[in-house]
């Protein structure tokens, strides 16, 4: 399978036990091959390459001086994961990645006994490391806990909570701050190398631990003064005093391509006896590989590529994409109302607030990866009388459930959520699915809940946030590109809680929430040749729900098929509430809620998802034989 491919030594190595067994001088070899097939893996598949191309030599390192698995290594956000699973016994199966039925595109417990914690978001990696540290303690264990993550999952307070807590614990805890972006000291070639691999040695911490001890003899003032003298010379040199503050022994910063450099001090780190430890390791993603390292934020993730120029293979959309769609009508809106300013989590580009951010730089806030700072950042400003769109996607606005509850509801304030990546992701799987906001959210006092059925009812929906003032307002939208519909020049108001019939009959009726409203259609184009007359309608809301349509489509129909594309206790929740609650049910209605399954559904093309969950015209119309009963299609067939 490989043998296109120069990689004799990575050839010979089917896991870490092989790759302990070579001498120190063939590393950067193996190093240099492990580059060449990621890319060539990643140019078939499409994927996350940057990062990974950045920690090829960190991966090796740790894999070379820690037993894993026996040692956990916790890779945050799982991005930069692809040289680990190449060499951990997965190397033949990296050209599946995020292909159906093939390797995840993060860590996966159930994929490998070396994925020690699965993620997909970022930040978890230290508390996740601390909770197996003590667990390996109070069992009386010896192994290494390996917490390796990059500068953008430190502006979560999620890591500083748990650097906190394991500094107040004193748990030998090793953490890796790969240092990519926002280089916070950057290394000074072998003097900084060598100062690393001072401090990080027996030596310096037994003279420290000596002096330390000495200095307890001392008066309380002598204490303090020798404490800082020897923390602020060594932050001097080596940035780390905000490390120290938090209880843990900051080493670094080093260069994370320099093998040289990286082993004697994860040698040292890794026989080190107190705890907890910070190696501050600089890289530069993409890394190797030309394309990538001049534009690190186009090669983050990619499609499948050539490898040879680095253009990658992008089918050309016949209609908008959703988020471009969401940010050029904000824009418009934001053109009409000074008040509207627009937030997001670290996801500039994935949201469309880049092209926002052009438009009006001084009213579009980044705070990083910071979901609950967002929401509760957009409650202030919409308490002095601002309009804050807070755009992050449906999988990462689950971080910030409390706030929305706390700081925005219960106040009710006009917070707009403009919710991206609602529904199936495809290549992304379970950890980046939108399953979950529309019933988080509907079950909220006050809240307004939307779902855009194609692109056109996205503008109207922004422009309906926009001029809702009376209390917080979401609407959702998928991944990808629109349907092709005609698009207005901007949207409409819509009124608050009001639904629309886009197509009439009278003994079935199709109810749908979101996007699933083309498949709805084509569903009632095929019922109608079995001489069911079908009756289609756009939800729109899921609250405040259009009672006065859902009474409408139950009294006079035979069959009510709910559809959305998001977890039970969502739209068809609240349907059913209203229906129970109103006698409706009592009048011999069936009906039928259609939502994604109760469980959490691996990578696939988005279309193999939708049709698996049975939420595609055939999943519908399957759903409404169902309810008539087992044998009436084939009667009608005859």
């Not at 078939?44 to 894999?63: F, K, Q, S």
């Not at 999620?158 to 107040?168: D, Q, R, S, T």
């Not at 607030?353 to 806030?365: H, I, K, S």
Request: proline residues 4%; aromatic residues 8%; contains cysteine.
């Amino acid at each position: 399978m490989f043998q296109h491919l120069d990689t004799p030594l990575l050839d010979t190595i089917a896991g870490p036990d092989d790759l302990r067994a070579l001498p120190e001088a063939r590393l950067k070899q193996v190093a240099d091959e492990v580059r060449t097939d990621l890319v060539d893996a990643v140019s078939r598949t499409g994927g996350h390459l940057g990062a990974g191309l950045g920690v090829v030599e960190l991966t090796v390192a740790l894999h070379y001086v820690f037993d894993t698995p026996r040692d956990r290594i916790i890779w945050d956000v799982g991005h930069q994961a692809y040289p680990h699973k190449i060499l951990t016994g997965r190397r033949e199966r990296m050209r599946t990645v995020r292909q159906e039925h093939g390797l995840s595109g993060f860590a996966k417990r159930a994929e490998s006994e070396y994925d020690a914690f699965g993620a997909g978001h970022s930040s978890t990696s230290i508390s996740a490391g601390l909770g197996m540290a003590v667990a390996r303690d109070l069992s009386g264990g010896r192994n290494n806990v390996v917490a390796v993550i990059g500068d953008g999952a430190m502006s979560a307070g999620m890591a500083y909570e748990a650097m906190n807590n394991a500094g107040a614990l004193n748990a030998r805890l090793i953490v890796i701050l790969n240092d990519n972006d926002m280089s916070i000291a950057p290394p000074t070639g072998a003097l900084s190398a060598y100062l690393a691999r001072l401090v990080s040695g027996k030596t310096y911490r037994g003279l420290r631990g000596r002096a330390r001890s000495l200095s307890k003899r001392l008066p309380k003032l002598v204490q303090e003064g020798a404490r800082k003298t020897e923390e602020y010379t060594r932050g001097f040199f080596t940035g780390g005093t905000m490390f120290e503050e938090l209880g843990f022994y900051y080493v670094g910063p080093i260069d994370g391509h320099d093998l040289d450099h990286l082993l004697p001090v994860l040698k040292n780190v890794r026989d080190a006896e107190e705890g907890p430890i910070l190696v501050h390791v600089v890289t530069k993603k993409g890394k190797g590989y030309a394309p990538a390292e001049s534009s690190a934020d186009k090669y983050h993730g990619v499609s499948k590529f050539d490898v040879i120029t680095g253009t990658q293979a992008k089918a050309k959309a016949n209609a908008p994409s959703y988020t471009a769609v969401f940010a050029e009508a904000l824009i418009e809106e934001a053109r009409h109302d000074e008040r509207i300013v627009a937030v997001n989590a670290a996801m500039p580009n994935g949201t469309g607030l880049d092209l926002f951010g052009e438009a009006f730089p001084t009213r579009t806030f980044d705070v990083g990866i910071a979901e609950q700072h967002a929401v509760t950042f957009c409650a202030g400003l919409a308490a002095e009388g601002y309009k804050p769109f807070a755009a992050i996607y449906s999988t990462f606005l689950q971080r910030a459930y409390d706030q929305i509850v706390h700081d925005v509801a219960i106040q009710h304030l006009p917070v707009r959520f403009a919710i991206d990546r609602a529904g199936f992701v495809g290549a992304d799987g379970p950890t980046h699915a939108g399953s979950f906001d529309t019933g988080y959210l509907a079950s909220l006092p006050g809240m307004v809940v939307m779902a855009a059925a194609d692109e056109a009812e996205l503008k109207h929906m922004v422009r309906t946030a926009a001029s809702y003032d009376d209390g917080p307002i979401s609407f959702r939208y998928p991944r990808g590109n629109g349907v092709g519909v005609d698009m207005p020049e901007r949207g409409e108001v819509l009124e608050i809680g009001r639904g629309r019939v886009v197509r009439e009959g009278s003994k079935v009726a199709i109810l749908s929430f979101g996007t699933r409203l083309a498949d709805a259609l084509a569903a009632a184009e095929e019922l109608e040749t079995f001489g069911l007359s079908t009756t289609v309608a756009d939800a729109r809301f899921a609250k405040p729900l259009d009672t006065d349509l859902i009474k409408r489509l139950a009294r006079q129909h035979e069959v009510l098929i709910t559809v959305e594309e998001g977890a039970s206790g969502g739209f068809a929740a609240q349907v059913l509430q209203f229906l129970a609650t109103s006698g409706l049910l009592d009048e011999g209605l069936k009906v039928r809620p259609l939502v994604m399954p109760d469980s959490f559904v691996d990578h696939a093309a988005p279309e193999a998802m939708i049709k698996g969950a049975g939420l595609d015209k055939a999943g519908i119309v399957d759903a409404v034989f169902k309810a008539i009963g087992t044998g009436a299609k084939r009667v009608m067939q005859a």
